[in-house]
């Protein structure tokens, strides 16, 4: 296999992304990034729509998504699915039922941030001015990007200081064991985002990755913008150890400054032989699934 530059962790307008899948295939070829994973928070909507823009640029798209799982004490940790079947009718059921709440809890934190604007002697934001920017549901980041289209905030990170943390609501979360059981049984592979979201104590990450594994984890997103280069060279030499996958993933939402598709900490650009393991373990656990 040729080495070509990858991103397998984007987000879309379908979950809380800025730009539309067909939007994202365009930046990635622009960029020369050709294999792509479109990884939306608890949707598969914008899969089918990343795919035909896919092909007509001649880029790959990896069908995925990624999961809000809660792990022991650990909430909003992120699990991400790869190879999954995105059309399988459980699984929307299921994704189905975590957005009519993440639209019931999004709506909620709109209404938190308009009671801070009214009290502010501000006109409120409509649900409508929010829609404008999303897709399949709303998400803090179109809110922040409402906010900063009526001028009440200077950038998104002002958005999300100044109302969006101030004004959160609890998520509801997939338990871990059933989110990678699920993940599996559509043929998918589970891998943990940006792992040092959950901690940055080393020993204490180490010890739940380890503990994930025997839940039947797959991989580790090694690359990422989240972690330092001593943190990557730590998750590195734990994949390794353990026998784990490596992936790599931008998280790119399109809001972040200086953030680019393909790209993690410090430039580092993403590397397709990271993708050969990744397509065996696919193959193996749709196999397995048959």
């Known amino acids: 296999m040729p080495r070509m530059n990858i991103d397998l962790h984007m987000h879309s307008s379908y979950s809380d992304g800025a730009f539309t899948p067909s939007e994202l295939i365009a930046l990635a070829e622009k960029l020369d990034v050709r294999v792509v994973a479109i990884a939306d928070h608890d949707s598969v909507a914008g899969i089918a729509e990343a795919t035909v823009a896919g092909a007509a640029a001649a880029i790959e798209v990896i069908p995925a998504v990624e999961l809000s799982v ?57 649900l409508e001015s929010v829609l404008a920017f999303a897709r399949d549901a709303i998400g803090r980041p179109h809110i922040a990007r409402a906010l900063l289209e009526r001028g009440y905030v200077d ?32 043929g998918g592979v589970a891998v943990l985002a940006h792992p040092t979201s959950i901690t940055k104590d080393l020993t204490v990450l180490g010890s739940t990755i380890a503990e994930l594994q025997l839940s039947g984890l797959d991989g580790i997103e090694v690359y990422n913008n989240m972690g330092w280069p001593l943190e990557i060279e730590f998750l590195r ?49 749709k196999q397995q699934a048959c």
């Open 155 to 186: 950038s998104v990170e002002d958005a999300f200081r100044r109302y969006l943390v101030p004004c959160n609501v609890p998520k509801t979360y997939w338990p871990m064991d059933d989110a990678i059981a699920e993940i599996h049984r559509i």
């Open 70 to 126: 809660q792990f022991n004490d650990l909430s909003d940790v992120h699990l991400l699915g790869y190879g999954i079947d995105f059309r399988d009718e459980a699984f929307l059921q299921n994704l189905d039922g975590y957005r009519q709440r993440r639209e019931g809890r999004n709506e909620d934190i709109l209404e938190r941030v308009n009671e801070c604007l009214i009290t502010e002697g501000r006109v409120p934001i409509d």
């Open 237 to 285: 030499r734990t994949a390794e150890d353990r026998g784990l996958l490596v992936t790599a993933g931008s998280d790119f939402h399109g809001i972040e400054e200086g953030l680019e598709i393909g790209k993690g900490r410090e430039g580092m650009r993403f590397d397709s032989t990271l993708l050969a393991p990744l397509y065996e373990k696919i193959n193996l656990i």
